[in-house]
């Protein structure tokens, strides 16, 4: 779906349970999944280092191992969204519905790893979450981080993006 012809955020949901291989597989957004285990990395390994530099490797690798092919797969439904109406609901789904089940699954496979510091590493990533998702979505509704048709590459994206905040001020 493109930026220009906006659609219901029922029929958008509709359309990405009837087709999922299109709309997560093929529409995965590999930018998005860099971004976010690099960021969400960094937290997972800073909040496990009282536990140990090996610990907090493993616990690096761990979220990586799911992080790359989870973030690239919430990003392509928040790109979908992106031109959904009412923004209300495209909103909710952004942003409550991709981290509550972006987060469970975190949930479960840092708790089934192990990992030390999880109340402390899922705190952070709720709260990364949030900010995130609502940046992923105002930056995918100017053109920016999306992956398909129309897509810059991830350092003309980069580049642009001191130029949006600097539209937005004004």
């Known amino acids: 779906m493109s930026k220009s012809s906006p659609r219901n955020v029922r029929a958008t949901l509709a359309e990405i349970v009837r087709h999922p291989v299109r709309q997560l597989v093929l529409r995965w957004n590999w930018k998005a999944a860099l971004l976010s285990a690099a960021i969400r990395g960094v937290v997972f390994f800073s909040a496990n280092l009282q536990a140990g530099g090996g610990v907090a490797a493993h616990v690096l690798l761990v979220d990586a191992s799911y992080r790359i092919p989870l973030a690239g797969g919430c990003a392509?439904?928040?790109q979908a969204m992106r031109s959904a109406r009412p923004l209300w609901a495209a909103l909710l789904v952004v942003l409550v519905?991709?981290?509550?089940?972006?987060?469970?699954?975190?949930?479960?496979?840092?708790?089934?790893?192990?990992?030390?510091?999880?109340?402390?590493?899922?705190?952070?990533?709720?709260?990364?979450?949030?900010?995130?998702?609502?940046?992923?979505?105002?930056?995918?509704?100017?053109?920016?981080l999306i992956v398909g048709p129309g897509a810059g590459s991830l350092a003309d994206d980069l580049r642009s993006l001191p130029r949006l905040f600097a539209r937005v001020d004004r």
């Open 97 to 144: 519905g991709v981290p509550v089940f972006s987060h469970s699954i975190e949930f479960i496979v840092h708790r089934a790893a192990g990992t030390p510091a999880l109340g402390t590493s899922i705190e952070y990533s709720v709260g990364l979450s949030v900010a995130s998702s609502a940046f992923e979505l105002f930056v995918m509704r100017h053109g920016l």
């Open 76 to 78: 392509a439904v928040v």
